[in-house]
Structures are given as C-alpha cells and as structure tokens.
C-alpha cells in the first residue's frame, strides 16, 4: 500500500486499541486499522476509519457491549 504522507511503498495496515472520553462516557474501541509507514514512521487513519469511529463514539451504549477492564494510573517516579 503507498504511504499518503510520503508517498512510499509498504505502507501497512496495523490493528490498534483507543479508549475515547471519560468516567461513564469511556469507550474502548479495539481493532482500528491504523496505517503506518515503515519509510516515514507516520501512522494514520482514514476519513472512513473516521466516520467510523465517530459513529461507534455516538452509538457506544447501542454498539458496544459491557466489559470489565482493569484501570491502572501512570505515576512517574521521583528522580
């Protein structure tokens, strides 16, 4: 696949997981196919991964189903 960025051959296409909002509004979205170049190191979604995703954030309580996840807090350390 050709990179948008850079124009470079060998684009591929990676699954990733994003969490959207918070508290009661959280959403965890898994399997977005995310774009990266090996040439650039950019990665990027698109416009359809997009629309997508905004559906997926306005429908989260119709389209999604509950889970139970564990929640850890990034604490960095004194130096």
Same mark, same amino acid.
């Given at each position: 696949?050709?990179?948008?960025? *850079?124009?470079?051959?060998? @684009? %591929?296409?990676?699954? /990733? /997981? ?8 959280? %959403? %965890? ?7 990266? *170049?090996?040439? *650039?190191?950019?990665?990027?979604? /698109? @416009?359809? /991964? @997009? ?14 189903? @509950? ?13």
């Amino acid at each position: 696949m050709k990179c948008d960025f *850079c124009g470079a051959q060998g @684009a %591929v296409i990676r699954k /990733t /997981t994003k969490s959207f909002g918070r508290g009661s509004n959280l %959403v %965890v979205v898994e399997n977005i196919p995310v774009v990266h *170049c090996a040439s *650039c190191h950019e990665s990027y979604i /698109t @416009a359809e /991964t @997009a629309r997508e995703l905004d559906h997926i954030r306005k429908n989260r309580r119709s389209l999604g189903k @509950a889970k139970r996840v564990l929640v850890a807090s990034f604490k960095k350390s004194a130096a």
